[in-house]
């Protein structure tokens, strides 16, 4: 089976009885691995100059990691695509801006770890905490969990559920680890499975929130936390929404304070193919920028998804413009 027949082309997945096929065609999957190629290299392993921007990186595997190969947050980036990829497809019938090079089930047979069902892995093969599934964490399940929900994964979303065990005494953890599943990641596992979510989880989420802004509002460009944020309120958005989540979107949505990667769109212009710079001298640029007339060029909340994907740090800028309609969408 080559490239193309191994991506998204025929993701026929079965979401609550019903099946939904994501839209991509075999002419817009072709032209994006080609517009990859010719950006730079498909596949990183080792670290890559930060003199062009490709957009996207994978390992040997087919698995998003950094620009250098580092496969540490893999788990959370391959769920983040896979959910951003659905909510694109399925949910707003438009066609992704990028092309996974192996399938969701692949991608996530990979994850799991074969010897520990239902527990998984930040990458399968790195050493170290990074293929440890009692170093994995919260913040690696929330989009997996997600994307097991919308692509119709319930038998392994199940085994996920049956994976946490009891910590700190009383509380519940993320299956081997010291992460707390707190309320609203287990309403998040509800609306995966397609049950009703708890009253009590959706107003922790809405506290999450808040304390979210506060962080934000304290540094705009701490943007780690908002990541995962997004993922549950669109989850909220199209799986059961509840008063509390809906405020919490819109709450979010005006007041996530505007944060340099606003502006990454002038930065661009001002300083071409100058993918060196370090986040001081990013931000010291965009702030003079600021002073000399520069507007925001996007909604506050994709501006804190461009700063975090930003080609400097080393990350994949393409899974910030996946969302791109799916923010306009619902959180602007």
Known sequence: MGLIDRVTLNTERSMGGAQSVASLTRRQAIGALISIAMAGPTFAIDA????????????????????????????QREGWAWFGIWLRTVNLKMSSPIVLPITFDATMNLLEDPRRPGQFRRHPSQPGFKSDPDAFSRDQIIPLVAAMGVWGDQA????????????????TCVQGTQD????????????????????????????????????????????????????QLLMAKVRAPST???????????????????????????????????????????????????????????????????AESGGCSSLAELYEPIVKQWLS
């Open 244 to 310: 509390e989540t809906e405020l919490a979107i819109t709450t979010y949505a005006k007041n996530r304070p505007v944060c340099a990667g606003c502006y990454l769109s002038h930065y661009r212009k001002a300083y071409p193919g100058d993918y060196r710079a370090d986040e001081a001298t990013m931000k010291s640029r965009i702030k003079t920028g600021i002073a000399s007339g520069w507007k925001t060029d996007c909604p506050r909340v994709l501006g804190a998804l461009r700063w975090y994907f930003r």
């Open 156 to 171: 392994r979303l199940k085994r996920s559920w049956a994976a946490k065990r009891p910590c700190h005494f009383v509380l």
């Open 48 to 75: 890559q100059p930060a003199t062009t921007d490709p957009g996207i990186y994978f390992d040997s595997n087919g698995l998003l990691v950094q620009r250098d190969g580092d496969g540490g947050d893999t788990a």
């Open 180 to 231: 707390i599943l707190g309320p609203d990641l287990v309403n998040l596992y509800r609306r995966a499975w397609g049950e009703a979510p708890d009253a009590n989880g959706d107003k922790a989420l809405a506290l999450g929130t808040a304390d979210r802004l506060r962080q934000a509002n304290a540094n705009p460009e701490d943007v780690g936390d908002d990541l995962n944020l997004i993922v």
